[in-house]
């Protein structure tokens, strides 16, 4: 029996009486294809350590064990460590850690890997992740300068579209600029709600996302770019003249300054704005606001 079959879940779930919590997004994959997308995706060579974020079961484990030299999983959920003692014992690659994700210090856990020699290649980030923290999870690891080379996770497609938005759209917003400021953007797959166990509401889709060596905008200062970002679209319906007023203490009519130093139509809204075109606002409000 195949560990990422429906029948193998019922047998999991039989034998350990583990029920599936939906309130930690626990929905497995019971596609072979889907698995292979997720690992070929990720680009896992023989020395890389791959961080896996929710293991479940280990299906996604397992097929990272066999091409990586480590494996570090970290799962939520206690009534897992059994399962995973079980499904993964033919592997000697692989550790699990019990514990929030939240709450872990991924580079702290990169350095210990590192240290130990468990791995000389590169960091792989990989997972289907729980959708009630998805964006948090995202932001978590990217506000965090996580050491690795890319983080290929899977997501509800609603998101998964957000993130890789263009300017000029109604799904285009703060979550698509500050993503694509850490990272270059690749769909690897659209994976439908039909391969889940159980079937959640809506599908989903495979991201890739590649760390940034560099800025992709020359920036005074950072904070005063997300800030910019996260009031521009928290009133995305007002022009870049109302909605920003206010941020790092500036008056309307300095933002009126601000906004025609920087070449944009203060009538503009936050959503047609492009990454440079944001750099070049939250430059200005920084000498405006003497950061
Ligand atoms: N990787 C498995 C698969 O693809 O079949 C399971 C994916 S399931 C969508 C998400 C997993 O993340 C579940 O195993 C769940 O228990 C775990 N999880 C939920 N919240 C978590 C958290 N805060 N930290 C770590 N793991 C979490």
């Known amino acids: ?43 896992i060579a023989p020395e890389d350590l791959v961080i896996e974020i929710g293991p479940g079961i280990g299906v996604l484990t397992a097929a990272a064990a066999e091409r990586a030299k480590r494996v570090v999983a970290v799962e939520i959920d206690r009534k897992l460590m059994p399962i995973l003692a079980e499904t993964l014992v033919g592997f000697d690659n692989i550790r ?62 609603e998101v998964a579209d957000r993130i890789k938005a263009s300017p000029g759209g109604k799904i285009y917003g703060a979550l698509s600029v500050a993503v694509q400021y850490y990272c270059t953007v690749e769909q690897i797959a659209f994976v439908p709600k039909e391969v889940f166990v159980p079937q959640p509401k809506v599908d989903s889709a495979v991201l890739k996302l590649t760390l940034r060596d560099s800025s992709p905008v020359e920036l005074t200062d950072k904070s005063v770019f997300f800030s910019c970002i996260k ?24 933002i009126g300054e601000v ?24 430059n200005r409000v920084a000498e405006h606001s003497g950061r």
Do not use: W
Not at 231 to 254: A, D, I, M, P, Y
């Open 1 to 43: 029996m195949k560990l990422y079959s429906p029948a193998a879940i019922r047998d999991i779930k039989d034998r350990y009486d583990f029920r599936l919590s939906k309130s930690l997004g626990q929905n497995f994959i019971t596609d072979a294809g889907v698995i292979e997308d997720i690992v070929d995706g990720a680009d």
């Open 259 to 282: 906004l025609t130093e920087a070449g944009i139509d203060p009538g503009r809204r936050a959503e047609t704005l492009d990454m440079d075109e944001f750099a070049a606002v939250a």
């Open 231 to 254: 009031q521009g679209f928290g009133q995305r319906r007002k022009t870049l003249h109302n909605s920003l007023t206010g941020v790092c203490g500036l008056s309307k009519e300095q």
């Open 96 to 157: 699990i850690i019990n514990q929030d994700i939240m709450k872990t210090d991924i580079n702290g856990l990169i350095e210990e890997e590192r240290a130990q020699g468990s791995f000389t290649g590169d960091v792989k980030i990989m997972g289907n992740l729980p959708y009630y923290i998805t964006t948090p999870i995202i932001m978590k690891l990217l506000e965090s300068g996580v050491r690795a080379e890319s983080i290929t996770i899977m997501m509800q497609k």
